[in-house]
Every structure is written in C-alpha cells, then in structure tokens.
C-alpha cells in the first residue's frame, strides 16, 4: 500500500508563493506516476500538474508557467512549486499517484489516480 503525506500549504496574498510536498513511501518511487489535484470548495477535484516516471510533465493551461513540479528520488518526495498565486489558486492540494497497470480509485471527489493523500489547504487572499 502506497501512503502519500501532503505539506506545505499555508495562507498567501496574491503574488505570492508556496512549495507543497508529496512524501510517499510503501513502493519503490521511481515506479510511481504522481500528480496534483485540487479540490475547490463547491468544484470537482481537478488535475492540474503530472510528473513521470521519466520525469516528463504535464500542466493544466491556468497554472502553466506559474507552478513547477518536480521529483527527488532520494527523498521520495514530489514538489510542486508554485509561483504567482492567485485567489482561484486557492482549495485543497492533494497528491495522487498510481503504477502502470493499477486500477484508478475515487477518493471524495477525485478520480484518475490509485492511492490518494489527504491534502493541504492553500488559500490565496486578493
């Protein structure tokens, strides 16, 4: 079983920035595919950056060129840093990631991924 641990959220003004983690352990890392999700309050769980196990990556149009994600296989952690925030930025990050050949699982409203963290809150004020 695969555990995904979120950190990093917090409360910033517009403009500013914040760098979440994903820690995961339970499977060796460089097999894992793991991406980003956020949950909005009153909106569908969205993707919105995917990292390889190549180390290729994928942004949803709104965050692109404002949000970076990356890996470190020594620390089994993926980041994403995210610059530029706006007030729609604000909502519940939280990390999914799953293995060629898994089934996806839904977790609340989120889908697409197999194992789910429980998240962190970001909250951008204007």
């Known amino acids: 079983e695969v555990e995904l641990v979120e950190s990093g959220g917090g409360s910033v003004q517009t403009g500013g920035s914040l760098r979440l983690s994903c820690k995961t352990s339970?499977?060796?890392?460089?097999?894992?595919?793991v991406a980003w999700y956020r949950q909005s309050p009153g909106s569908e769980c969205t993707d919105i950056a995917k990292?390889?196990?190549?180390?290729?990556?994928w942004y949803r149009t709104p965050v692109k060129g404002r949000f970076t994600i990356s890996r470190d296989n020594s620390q089994t952690t993926v980041y994403l840093q995210m610059n530029g925030l706006r007030p729609e930025d604000s909502g519940l990050y939280r990390c999914?990631?799953?293995?060629?050949?898994?089934?996806?699982?839904?977790?609340?409203?989120?889908?697409?991924?197999?194992?789910w963290g429980k998240g962190t809150t970001v909250t951008v004020s204007s």
């Open positions: 999914g990631a799953d293995v060629f050949g898994e089934p996806y699982t839904t977790s609340g409203t989120c889908t697409g991924m197999t194992w």
């Open positions: 990292i390889y196990t190549d180390g290729d990556t």
């Open positions: 339970g499977m060796s890392f460089d097999k894992l595919r």
